[in-house]
């Protein structure tokens, strides 16, 4: 099983800033990451997949990079709405496995 | 409109079974690879289970293969997820999640998930 990892665990900032999410694979996923969006009492939302291509619908300030192992989730200009619980998840091999989250509160 | 709604989830005893279903609408549901994937209270996420568009291909976590059964009925737009020998740590929301036809999209729509609690 692929193991997720997620960096840092919490994420505290101020709207307008810039934030920066990690996520690292326990072994090779070409692109085939995803990254979803949680809000309290909410189910997850689809925001990134293939690693770098912003799903339906999802603002452009969310930008996701990397391959292979490292990946990164960017914020380029955090808004309100976006404090909130953030899953990279993997479907190279299954099971598709996910991170455990980082969350990204208000400072 | 695409809609996901779940329901089944409750109460179950550990050892006890519970059936959940989801019904698809506003879109070619036989289209569709369909999943469940849980969420235990204030922990992250875990897909389960999941199935090919035509039913032909399932697969599982080890954690509830042998336990759990993922099935389609593509008549009537729903997936299921019948859990026998539930135990204490299967309590969690459970979403049920559609893939995209395009290849690279998974979970691109949510359910809003159903709760399910085992203890005695």
């Known amino acids: 099983e692929i193991v997720m990892t997620q960096s840092p665990a919490t994420l505290s900032m101020s709207p307008g800033e810039r934030v920066t999410l990690s996520c690292r694979a326990s072994q090779r996923i070409s692109s085939y990451l995803a990254w979803y969006q949680q809000k309290p009492g909410q189910a997850p939302r689809l925001l990134i997949y293939?690693?770098?291509t912003r799903a339906t619908g999802i603002p452009a300030r969310f930008s996701g990079s990397g391959s292979g192992t490292e990946f990164t989730l960017t914020i380029s200009s955090l808004q309100s709405e976006d404090f909130a619980v953030y899953y990279c998840?993997?479907?190279?091999?299954?099971?598709?496995?996910f991170g455990q989250g980082t969350k990204v509160d208000i400072k | 409109e695409v809609q996901l709604v779940e329901f089944g989830g409750g109460l179950v005893q550990p050892g006890g079974s519970l059936r959940l279903s989801c019904a698809a609408s506003?879109?070619?549901?036989?289209?569709?690879?369909m999943n469940w994937v849980r969420q235990a209270p204030g922990k992250g996420l875990e897909c389960v289970a999941s199935i090919k568009y035509d039913g032909t291909e399932k697969s599982y976590v080890d954690s509830v293969r042998g336990r759990f059964t993922i099935s389609r009925d593509n008549a009537k737009n729903s997936v299921h997820l019948q859990m026998n020998s539930l135990r204490v740590e299967d309590a969690a929301v459970y979403y049920c999640t559609r893939d995209g036809v395009a290849p690279g999209i998974y979970h691109d729509y949510w359910g809003q998930g159903t709760l399910v609690t085992v203890s005695s």
């Open positions: 293939g690693a770098s």
């Open positions: 998840q993997q479907h190279s091999n299954w099971p598709w496995t």
């Open positions: 506003g879109f070619t549901f036989d289209s569709h690879w």
